[in-house]
């Protein structure tokens, strides 16, 4: 199984790749995706980190506050979308 993180408050300049390599030191990390504005292209500030189900409890527990690029992000596990 697998779980997704919710990543808020990235800077502008993260990518899918950058986001990835964040998490990667701390479990196995099976995708990850910075939401982009359909108009511009650009980052919208916020992702989403597909992991392992045994890892998701720490990943948030070490990478919540974890600084990137100068950034104090947030992380928790994502909600279900609302159909």
Not at 22 to 50: C, N, Y
Request: proline share 4%; charged share 30%.
């Amino acid at each position: 199984m697998a779980k997704t993180l919710y990543v808020g408050n990235l800077p502008w300049s993260a990518t899918d790749t950058t986001l990835a390599d964040v998490f990667r030191p701390h479990g196995d990390v099976i995708s990850s995706r910075i939401i982009t504005d359909k108009e511009t292209g650009r980052s919208r500030g916020f992702g989403f980190v597909e992991v392992e189900d045994g890892d998701a409890d720490k990943m948030v527990e070490v990478m919540n506050g974890a600084q990137v690029e100068g950034r104090q992000i947030v992380v928790n596990e994502a909600k279900p979308r609302q159909g």
